[in-house]
């Protein structure tokens, strides 16, 4: 899960933060995090999820990004 916050939208929306090679690294730490820890068993199925906070306003919204690194792993 990658979580990104914003107080406001002058550096862009906090999803807009989440760029391809961010989520290739949390794959990649990911990946060698499972394999140097092999006997617990951990599944082979891997998903990156998203949550942006948008907190420019005067009631924060949130969102959920589902699977947001899809395809990019083999």
Known sequence: VEVKTRSNNYFGRPEESVTHRKLKFIGRAAKFYRNNRSYQKLPSLER????TVDSSSSAPQINLIRNAGFGMFP
């Open 48 to 51: 990156i999820d998203v949550i």
